[in-house]
């Protein structure tokens, strides 16, 4: 056995990261967690509720607690022991950036670990607007899934996000689990039609959004008295 036998560190398994304002979770989130899971091989999957105050469209009312989304978070993901949910973007208080969650994830995880942000293809078509977006690249893989009403993605994509795409695109999602950082695989996804928005909207006129997301939740949003007109 060669020298190098000894030395090579071994393989350490991925970690998932969905940052997200899960307000409220629902099983589009759940789904692409649970599919990357297994696409990718991840150890975990960490659900990051995104911190406070974080920006709707305009015209909405604005968001419910971190104290709430993360409960809601807690209830979603119950008993799978692949799933956790991680607080500190709304320790951290003030605007949310992956940049600052990443760094903050690499200091606990250590340099070696490979890191696959996990988002909707509507998410990653926005990458060139996000915090310091180039450097993610150097901290994170991105795991990209499907979102229906985002299938022309590709299409809006260009400039210098078309040309990282070029350049950084893998068909084999298992070949990145030998290197932390710097590439974006696509994660297959069952498509499903569910949005935070959507579900708000139902709930504000009395419409039931069962089915969409776990009883767990929705029994916490009615005990609380979430997402009815004018509540927060
Ligand atoms: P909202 O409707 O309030 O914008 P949302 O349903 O998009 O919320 P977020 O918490 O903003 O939920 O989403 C977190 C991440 O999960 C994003 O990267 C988003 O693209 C992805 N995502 C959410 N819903 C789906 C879905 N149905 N299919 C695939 N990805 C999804």
Same mark, same amino acid.
């Given at each position: 056995?060669?020298?190098?036998?000894?030395?090579?560190?071994?393989?350490?398994?991925?970690?998932?990261?969905?940052?997200?304002?899960?307000?409220?979770i629902?099983?589009?989130h759940?789904r692409?967690?649970?599919?990357?899971?297994?696409?990718?091989?991840?150890?975990?999957?960490?659900?990051?509720?995104?911190?406070?105050?974080?920006?709707?469209?305009?015209?909405?009312a604005?968001?419910?607690?971190?104290?709430?989304?993360?409960?809601?978070?807690?209830?979603?993901?119950?008993?799978?022991?692949?799933?956790?949910?991680?607080t500190?973007?709304?320790?951290?208080?003030?605007?949310?950036?992956?940049f600052?969650?990443?760094?903050?994830?690499?200091?606990?995880?250590?340099?070696?670990?490979?890191?696959?942000?996990?988002l909707?293809?509507?998410?990653?078509?926005?990458?060139?607007?996000?915090?310091?977006?180039?450097?993610?690249?150097?901290l994170?893989?991105?795991?990209?899934?499907?979102?229906?009403?985002?299938?022309?993605?590709?299409?809006r994509?260009?400039?210098?996000?078309?040309? =990282?795409?070029?350049?950084?695109?893998?068909?084999?999602?298992?070949?990145?689990?030998?290197?932390?950082?710097?590439?974006?695989?696509?994660? =297959?996804?069952?498509?499903?039609?569910?949005?935070?928005?959507?579900?708000?909207?139902?709930?504000?006129?009395g419409?039931?959004?069962?089915?969409?997301?776990?009883?767990?939740?929705?029994?916490?949003?009615?005990?609380?008295?979430?997402?009815?007109?004018?509540?927060?």
């Amino acid at each position: 056995m060669s020298e190098a036998a000894f030395t090579r560190s071994p393989v350490l398994k991925p970690i998932g990261v969905l940052g997200g304002t899960f307000d409220p979770i629902h099983y589009g989130h759940l789904r692409l967690a649970q599919q990357a899971a297994e696409q990718l091989t991840l150890q975990e999957v960490r659900f990051i509720p995104a911190g406070e105050p974080y920006h709707r469209a305009p015209g909405l009312a604005s968001g419910t607690s971190g104290a709430h989304r993360t409960e809601m978070v807690r209830r979603a993901i119950g008993n799978n022991n692949l799933f956790r949910v991680d607080t500190r973007d709304l320790e951290r208080g003030g605007a949310t950036y992956t940049f600052d969650t990443l760094v903050g994830l690499r200091s606990e995880l250590g340099n070696q670990v490979p890191i696959f942000v996990l988002l909707g293809a509507d998410a990653f078509a926005l990458l060139e607007t996000w915090h310091r977006w180039r450097e993610l690249f150097d901290l994170c893989h991105f795991g990209v899934a499907q979102r229906p009403g985002a299938e022309l993605w590709r299409e809006r994509v260009g400039g210098e996000l078309a040309e =990282t795409l070029r350049v950084r695109e893998r068909a084999d999602a298992q070949q990145l689990s030998a290197t932390p950082a710097g590439n974006v695989v696509t994660i =297959t996804m069952t498509p499903l039609e569910i949005s935070a928005t959507a579900i708000r909207e139902q709930l504000s006129r009395g419409a039931s959004p069962r089915y969409l997301l776990p009883d767990a939740v929705l029994e916490y949003i009615v005990a609380n008295e979430l997402y009815l007109e004018g509540s927060r």
